[in-house]
């Protein structure tokens, strides 16, 4: 969540990226980013990296998180493999700069979309699906008795600075005239270190991110999540918009993850449809989502079964929210606004036809 100081760098590369995605001679896409990421053989995923739930390194010094599930579907659909990541921890105030320069392909890591990163006139981002609806949230000890806003009237706050958060921040308690003292930080780390230490009364963030880092705390339960909502805020993979037939691929690789739950298919029974789809020439919504028939992978410069690659690496997106942070994690978030559009939410696949 941050605002991005690097908007000339990325301005200045997506001239020389418009070029980058264009119709090859078979009907398929030529996209120097799809050439650039087969040809070193793996994907470099920017992620947070120290986020309980979204990304962070396991026990086992393996990377694990909804985020990483993202770059992991990615490169099962691409390159075949969803062991073929490079992640690179970003911070928020590097994660634009490392887009644009092309250091990175795909950035998965809590970022909001809003209209300034995706301009043109902006950061130049190309904004893949929503894979989580968020809110900005405050974090409080419960000894301190804090019930909403108004109990943070002429205390600090802890937040990271040059963010939407601090924007937020400051746009709420204008709006309600609390006056308060911003302590700001540079990183993520920084900030909820500060809070720890009793330099501010509470701490702002996505709520989910409150909740990712309080379950690291050394006692969870003495904070509590203000029964707050600030703001929207769309957590969205990004890539450049210099290369659009990019953008395309990793924008359907996430539907496709999304139409999967919605479709019934799953990690463990998606070779089971496939085989049926294969058997069933009348199943024709099946099909051509599985890649049995039609051309939708040679649209996007991607294998015919890239769906069948993506879902068998991770699971469908419920699976992935369970698994991560849903109700067998130690988030143990509500679905809310995550749940699928027939059930109330807002996740939501156009047709794939």
């Known amino acids: 969540m941050l605002w991005n100081r690097t908007r000339t760098l990325g301005a200045s590369l997506l001239a020389a990226g418009l070029l980058a995605g264009c119709a090859g001679e078979d009907g398929g896409v030529q996209s120097q980013k799809l050439s650039t990421i087969t040809g070193r053989g793996k994907l470099i995923c920017g992620v947070e990296g120290k986020l309980p739930g979204f990304s962070f390194v396991g026990p086992d010094g393996k990377y694990l998180g909804l985020d990483v599930d993202v770059c992991k579907a990615v490169a099962a659909a691409v390159l075949g493999d969803p062991a073929k990541v490079e992640y690179r921890d970003l ?6 700069a490392a887009l644009a320069s092309g250091e990175v392909d795909l950035l998965s890591r809590n970022t909001t979309m809003t209209l300034s990163r995706d301009a043109p006139g902006g950061n130049g981002l190309s904004f893949a699906p929503t894979t ?29 600075s040059g963010t939407t958060t601090e924007l937020n921040l400051a746009d709420r308690m204008r709006e309600q005239n609390i006056p308060y003292t911003p302590l700001k930080f540079q990183t993520s780390d920084q900030t909820f270190a500060a809070y720890l230490g009793d330099r501010c009364v ?6 989910s991110q409150l909740a990712g880092k309080r379950t690291s705390f050394p006692n969870p339960d003495a ?11 769309p957590l969205t993979p990004a890539t450049t918009n210099g290369d659009p037939a990019w953008a395309d691929a990793v924008r359907w690789i996430v539907y496709g993850l999304m139409q999967a739950e919605e479709s019934g298919i799953t990690q463990a029974n998606v070779d089971a449809k496939l085989a049926e789809a294969k058997a069933n020439t009348n199943q024709a919504d099946l099909r051509r989502f599985l890649g049995v028939e039609g051309d939708f992978g040679k649209l996007l410069g991607l294998p015919p079964d890239f769906v069948v690659k993506a879902v068998k690496a991770v699971g469908n997106y419920g699976e992935i929210f369970d698994r991560n942070v849903g109700p067998a ?7 809310g606004l995550n749940r ?14």
């Open 91 to 96: 911070n928020s105030s590097e994660r634009f």
């Open 132 to 160: 989580f609806y968020d809110g900005q949230g405050v974090l409080v000890p419960v000894a301190s008795g804090i019930k909403d806003l108004k109990g943070l009237a002429g205390k600090p706050i802890c937040v990271e």
């Open 202 to 207: 509470a701490v702002t963030s996505d709520r």
């Open 223 to 233: 904070h509590t999540l203000l029964p707050v909502v600030m703001s929207k805020e």
């Open 329 to 335: 994690s130690a988030l143990k978030l509500d679905r």
């Open 340 to 353: 699928q559009w027939k059930d109330g939410g807002l996740i939501y696949s156009p047709p794939f036809r």
